[in-house]
């Protein structure tokens, strides 16, 4: 057997030593949401939306202290603005709650900290399409309230189009896409982490310039999760 065809054989065997020990699992939890309405792509204006996420991930292992953890979540995002104070005579509340499909791949690094217990810290990118949503107001003048709603509209953009006819600032385009900074505690099966969501791109159907870093996802999301198999 040739040198080469042994490290073909090492590697296979790895491969398929790692794969076996690939977990799978379930996480949900709470999301603090908000839009970003400053040049530097801060909250000024927007107050917190609290939404929910939960899905699936996988753990796979890469090395002995740093796995790969993709995953596919239903994640509620947006944000809340309020003009005035409630039960004054002048008074106006939006929010707007756009759901997704999100799909982050994260690289996490752990760190054994006792018997069966890590903590980890990890970073990776997200893709997001938009599947519902919708659009709240509130208001009060002069002692009438009234309310309203409708149903989030989506375009039919994607990252390779910039000729989308269907364009309007009352749309939110249908793909997002960012970064994921994440921190917590893997214990035996179990797992508490919390996780800063970045979006990259602009969410408003329309807005594709680059002078500022207005209308972008900003989440918190803090959760906990199981994951099947024996921890190694």
């Not at 609290?50 to 090395?63: E, M, R, V």
């Not at 149903?151 to 006819?165: E, L, Q, S, V």
């Given at each position: 057997?040739?040198?080469?065809m042994?490290?073909t054989c090492?590697?296979?065997?790895?491969?398929?030593?790692?794969?076996?020990?690939v977990?799978?699992g379930?996480?949900?939890?709470?999301?603090?949401?908000?839009?970003s309405?400053?040049?530097?792509?801060s909250?000024?204006?927007?107050?917190?939306?609290n939404s929910f996420?939960?899905g699936a991930?996988a753990?796979?292992?890469?090395s002995?202290?740093?796995?790969?953890?993709?995953?596919?979540?239903?994640?509620g995002k947006g944000?809340?603005?309020e003009?005035?104070e409630?039960?004054?005579?002048?008074?106006?509340?939006?929010?707007t709650?756009p759901?997704y499909i999100?799909?982050?791949?994260n690289f996490?690094?752990?760190i054994?900290?006792g018997?069966?217990t890590r903590?980890?810290?990890?970073?990776?990118?997200?893709?997001?399409?938009?599947?519902?949503?919708?659009?709240k107001?509130?208001?009060?003048?002069a002692g009438v309230?009234?309310?309203?709603?409708?149903?989030?509209?989506?375009?039919?953009d994607t990252?390779?189009n910039d000729g989308d006819?269907n364009q309007?600032?009352?749309?939110y385009?249908r793909?997002?896409?960012g970064?994921?900074?994440?921190?917590?505690?893997?214990?035996g099966n179990?797992l508490v982490s919390?996780?800063?969501g970045l979006?990259?791109?602009?969410?408003?159907?329309?807005?594709?310039?680059?002078?500022d870093?207005?209308?972008?996802n900003?989440?918190?999301?803090?959760?906990v999760g199981?994951?099947?198999?024996?921890?190694?």
């Amino acid at each position: 057997m040739t040198k080469k065809m042994m490290l073909t054989c090492v590697a296979i065997g790895m491969s398929v030593a790692a794969m076996a020990q690939v977990r799978v699992g379930v996480k949900g939890g709470w999301n603090v949401a908000n839009i970003s309405d400053a040049n530097s792509g801060s909250v000024d204006k927007g107050r917190s939306y609290n939404s929910f996420h939960i899905g699936a991930i996988a753990d796979i292992p890469l090395s002995p202290i740093l796995a790969l953890q993709p995953g596919v979540f239903y994640s509620g995002k947006g944000t809340k603005i309020e003009r005035g104070e409630e039960g004054s005579l002048a008074y106006f509340k939006t929010t707007t709650n756009p759901s997704y499909i999100e799909i982050p791949v994260n690289f996490v690094g752990k760190i054994p900290v006792g018997q069966d217990t890590r903590i980890f810290l990890g970073a990776g990118p997200y893709a997001a399409f938009g599947v519902g949503g919708k659009n709240k107001y509130e208001s009060t003048v002069a002692g009438v309230k009234t309310t309203g709603e409708s149903n989030i509209k989506w375009d039919d953009d994607t990252p390779f189009n910039d000729g989308d006819p269907n364009q309007g600032y009352d749309k939110y385009k249908r793909f997002d896409y960012g970064g994921n900074l994440l921190a917590g505690v893997e214990f035996g099966n179990f797992l508490v982490s919390a996780q800063y969501g970045l979006g990259f791109g602009k969410i408003l159907s329309g807005t594709d310039n680059s002078s500022d870093d207005k209308g972008k996802n900003r989440v918190w999301s803090f959760s906990v999760g199981y994951l099947l198999g024996r921890s190694k």
